[in-house]
């Protein structure tokens, strides 16, 4: 660190170059003030030197100019990376804020809709998940899908595999047939006999999967598509029932019995309602089952949206850098850096006076004795130099961040 002073020719008026000098102050002055007689100018400007630091006691310890070059370039260092963790802070903060606002959209939209079905609701009632409905729903549905996997089961084998002998044996035995579920050793008759019977249900259980998607198509000929697959499956039904009623009639008129005709038949009408009108309801049940767990749905996805923001919002405030602490050693080390006098400056001076009015002991030089004390009590009360350790920094050198 290079500075400059007045220095005089003769010991009177040069300007002259030096770096930080360490010494043994007393000495020194006693030295100075030699060369120049206790020139009271030269002691101020020896004065100036000591509060800046350029001339300290030999014990003095402070930064060379090599560390304080290294702590520059740290300085620079973190400076860059606090520029850029304040953009990256400002980046996240900006996905906070534009996060925390779709919370509060999303949290509105909630609070409407739960005022608008508290103050109208049978308005809202078609819009409005209902736990008592949908339970009730799936209950029914549970059983109907048994009842229906087993009819179509039992219609399939008497349809398609049990021939008229067998039937014929079982009502001369007393053994009632055509009715519309086996019973249980009929059932695993049946199904020992093709176990790809346990496919057939799930072909009805299709056409009624079928008739949701239907019904929730926004297409023109939607009534159409519908009528069609009802139309469908009643025609598969209605050859299951005659299929089941020609094998019976047919076993009937072996054993001596009369032929009925289909029309004539009441258990050829139950056969076939009681496998297509369920199949119906079955279908209708699964559709509003379905309707009221999408309403269920749309609220519970507007939660775990909100659940999922609140996750991000967090995670985002974890990526913030903590650049209070960045700034905070950044100050530090300009203060390190700047600081151009860390000592007991009050008794640096001291020492130093000491030493220069030593040599101006003599009673000729009294004069110029009393002008330094004059000059240094001046000094001291000006500067507010007090006794103990200090800092002293000049803004002009501060590094800008």
């Known amino acids: 660190m290079k500075k400059t002073t007045a220095k005089p020719t003769d010991e009177t008026n040069t300007q002259i170059s030096f770096t930080v000098e360490r010494t043994n102050l007393h000495d020194f002055g006693y030295t100075r003030a030699g060369n120049v007689q206790g020139d009271p100018a030269v002691y101020g400007s020896y004065l100036e030197r000591l509060m800046n630091g350029d001339l300290v006691d030999q014990k003095h310890k402070g930064l060379t100019e090599q560390e304080k070059a290294e702590k520059r370039k740290k300085i620079e260092e973190l400076s860059k990376f606090l520029d850029e963790s304040r953009k990256e802070n400002a980046r996240h903060e900006k996905e906070i804020e534009s996060k925390k606002k779709q919370i509060e959209e999303y949290r509105s939209e909630l609070l409407k809709g739960r005022t608008d079905r508290a103050e109208k609701p049978a308005e809202h009632e078609r819009e ?3 736990p008592l409905k949908f339970s009730i729903n799936l209950f029914i549905l549970i059983f109907l899908t048994g009842y ?10 008497k349809a398609l595999f049990q021939d008229t002998d067998t039937i014929a044996l079982s009502m001369s035995q007393g053994i009632g047939s055509g009715t519309i579920l086996p019973n249980p050793a009929e059932l695993a008759e049946a199904l020992q006999f093709n176990f790809m019977l346990l496919l057939v249900p799930f072909v009805f259980y299709a056409f009624g999967w079928a008739f949701h998607i239907l019904l929730d198509m926004r297409h023109r000929a939607k009534i159409v598509f519908i009528g069609l697959l009802v139309t469908l499956t009643f025609i598969v039904d209605l050859l299951l029932a005659m299929r089941i009623h020609e094998t019976t009639e047919f ?5 001596g019995g009369e032929k009925m005709a289909w029309y004539q038949s009441t258990t050829f009408f139950i056969i076939l309602f009681f ?16 309707r009221e767990w999408n309403k269920y749905q749309s609220t519970l996805n507007l939660k775990k949206i909100i ?63 009393n002008k330094c004390l004059a000059i240094k009590e001046d000094f001291i009360s000006s500067n507010h130099i007090l006794p103990g350790v200090v800092k002293v920094m000049k803004p002009i050198k501060m590094i800008k961040i």
Do not use: C
């Not at 087993?150 to 399939?156: L, W």
């Open 128 to 130: 409005t998940f209902s």
């Open 148 to 157: 229906l996997f087993f009819f179509y089961v039992s219609a399939a084998y």
């Open 251 to 255: 076993a009937r008129w072996m054993i």
């Open 275 to 290: 496998g297509f009108l369920v199949y119906v309801l079955w279908s209708i049940l699964l559709d509003t089952l379905i």
């Open 307 to 369: 659940r999922h923001l609140r996750q991000d919002i967090k995670l985002l405030e974890q990526k913030i850098m903590p650049v209070e602490l960045v700034q905070k050693e950044i100050d530090m080390l300009i203060d390190q850096v700047n600081t151009f006098f860390e000592g007991n400056l009050k008794a640096y001076i001291d020492q130093f006076t000491t030493g220069w009015i030593s040599y101006l002991a003599p009673e000729s030089m009294k004069d110029t004795k």
